[in-house]
């Protein structure tokens, strides 16, 4: 992970808490993580910390993946913009193959590198507008909390780049690892990048009555659940729930009960040795054939493949 003057210390701590913390309980071997820094022993974070580490922006060059945290505070709207060094470093960590991985504002240093042009990218909500602006060669997806191009990928503000270094997490070592990590973080286990970044008021209470939705509509995921169904059961009208589930989720209830079926198909192909067409009909996904589909569609592999990958 790259440090220059004056970067916020919160993106900064989710990537060592995420990436530097050595767990091989998880996955063996972990991240092998360290921290590159502008100006060795003088560069100092917003709050005043300087990082203990000896190496500078050389050492991002072989890296297999560059984590660039949010720029200073004000930025993009008042104070300099990416120091010039990280954003040579950046194109030549690209050149030799490195994932890119960004958080926040950190945004507008991959795309002053070049590095996101003709990619979908997003960055806080409120500087998507700024960065369309600057960069009209970047797709700018103002509402996500993350996107993933592969070997590119970006984050929204704040909590959204917990959300995508777990997204990492899972791409490297699968659910079960990245779920485990969540837990001990204390966090969401997992919202997928298409969640709205800003959604109109926070998840509801137990005594709302949605969280109790959720949690019903979860432990039935091999069940037939329509939307009138979910109404039902939360005892509203079905335009009520749809209106709800987007000012509280950012989607609709079928994407989200979706999403958390992909989610447990993950995690039976990953920890279990049933067939495909048992993992699609327990998950809710169908037959092997749509599970297939959606599985594709969504991870970019095969079920198969992804197993072969994951189930050690």
Same mark, same amino acid.
């Given at each position: 992970?790259?440090?220059?003057?004056?970067?916020?210390?919160?993106?900064?701590?989710?990537?060592?808490?995420?990436?530097?913390?050595?767990?091989?309980?998880?996955?063996?071997?972990?991240?092998?993580?360290?921290?590159?820094?502008?100006?060795?022993?003088?560069?100092?974070?917003?709050?005043?910390?300087?990082?203990?580490?000896?190496?500078?922006?050389?050492?991002?060059?072989?890296?297999?993946?560059?984590?660039?945290?949010?720029?200073?505070?004000?930025?993009?709207?008042?104070?300099?913009?990416?120091?010039?060094?990280?954003?040579?470093?950046?194109?030549?960590?690209?050149?030799?193959?490195?994932?890119?991985?960004?958080?926040?504002?950190?945004?507008?240093?991959?795309?002053?590198?070049?590095?996101?042009?003709? &990619?979908?990218?997003?960055?806080?909500?409120?500087?998507?507008?700024?960065?369309?602006?600057?960069?009209?060669?970047?797709?700018?997806?103002?509402?996500?909390?993350?996107?993933?191009?592969?070997?590119?990928?970006?984050?929204?503000?704040?909590?959204?780049?917990?959300?995508?270094?777990?997204?990492?997490?899972?791409?490297?070592?699968?659910?079960?690892?990245?779920?485990?990590?969540?837990?001990?973080?204390?966090?969401?286990?997992?919202?997928?990048?298409?969640?709205?970044?800003?959604?109109?008021?926070?998840?509801?209470?137990?005594?709302?009555?949605?969280?109790?939705?959720?949690?019903?509509?979860?432990?039935?995921?091999?069940?037939?659940?329509?939307?009138?169904?979910?109404?039902?059961?939360?005892?509203?009208?079905?335009?009520?729930?749809?209106?709800?589930?987007?000012?509280?989720?950012?989607?609709?209830?079928?994407?989200?009960?979706?999403?958390?079926?992909?989610?447990?198909?993950?995690?039976?192909?990953?920890?279990?040795?049933?067939?495909?067409?048992?993992?699609?009909?327990?998950?809710?996904?169908?037959?092997?054939?749509?599970?297939?589909? &959606?599985?594709?569609?969504?991870?970019?592999?095969?079920?198969?493949?992804?197993?072969?990958?994951?189930?050690?």
């Amino acid at each position: 992970m790259v440090v220059s003057d004056n970067v916020p210390d919160f993106e900064v701590g989710i990537a060592c808490e995420v990436f530097g913390t050595y767990r091989d309980d998880l996955a063996d071997p972990w991240y092998d993580f360290r921290l590159c820094v502008t100006d060795v022993g003088r560069t100092r974070t917003q709050n005043g910390m300087r990082p203990d580490t000896p190496y500078d922006l050389a050492a991002l060059a072989g890296a297999d993946t560059v984590v660039v945290p949010a720029l200073p505070n004000g930025y993009p709207l008042t104070g300099p913009g990416p120091d010039p060094r990280l954003v040579e470093a950046l194109r030549v960590a690209r050149a030799d193959g490195a994932r890119i991985v960004s958080l926040c504002t950190g945004a507008f240093a991959l795309a002053e590198a070049g590095v996101l042009d003709g &990619h979908a990218a997003t960055t806080h909500w409120m500087y998507t507008d700024v960065l369309a602006e600057r960069f009209p060669q970047v797709r700018v997806e103002p509402s996500v909390l993350y996107v993933d191009e592969g070997d590119i990928l970006t984050s929204a503000g704040r909590s959204a780049a917990i959300d995508l270094c777990l997204h990492v997490v899972r791409t490297d070592f699968g659910s079960r690892a990245a779920n485990e990590l969540a837990r001990r973080m204390v966090t969401p286990p997992h919202r997928s990048g298409g969640q709205a970044q800003f959604v109109a008021e926070p998840m509801p209470a137990r005594a709302d009555g949605l969280a109790e939705l959720l949690d019903w509509a979860a432990e039935r995921l091999d069940h037939r659940l329509t939307i009138d169904d979910l109404a039902r059961q939360a005892g509203v009208s079905t335009r009520s729930l749809i209106r709800r589930f987007h000012a509280t989720t950012g989607m609709s209830p079928m994407r989200w009960l979706q999403g958390r079926r992909l989610t447990l198909a993950r995690e039976l192909l990953e920890t279990t040795d049933l067939p495909v067409e048992e993992v699609g009909r327990r998950s809710g996904m169908g037959d092997a054939a749509n599970l297939r589909h &959606h599985f594709i569609r969504a991870v970019g592999v095969t079920p198969t493949a992804y197993r072969r990958t994951f189930r050690r």
